[in-house]
């Protein structure tokens, strides 16, 4: 598991004390939600593209990090992009394709 960060910290330390509360979103709120993930997500488009084999491997291998499919990491990638919020964290992998990262060890 990953380090919590301060902010993180804190929210974890109200939930155990009890200080949240759940709040329902309105019935409204509910269906703008549920349209705008409908509508986000809608895939009616099919693009081809070709990748270098190092490329694809480290695409792969960060959807593995996430836990999800490596096509589902490049259409949020891109979307991402598209949409302006495209922030790059770091990774502990080693990437092939620019070999300027290295993987973390354990001690």
Known sequence: MKKLDA???DILDAYEKGELRSTSPSKAK???FKAAATATFLKEKRINIRL????LMD???RALEEGMPYQTLIASVLHKFV???LVEPSTSLTLR???TRQKRRAP
């Open 7 to 9: 902010f993180e910290k």
């Open 83 to 85: 949409s302006g919020r």
């Open 52 to 55: 270098s084999t190092p490329d």
């Open 59 to 61: 695409i792969q291998a």
């Open 97 to 99: 394709s620019s070999g």
């Open 30 to 32: 509910l269906a703008k």
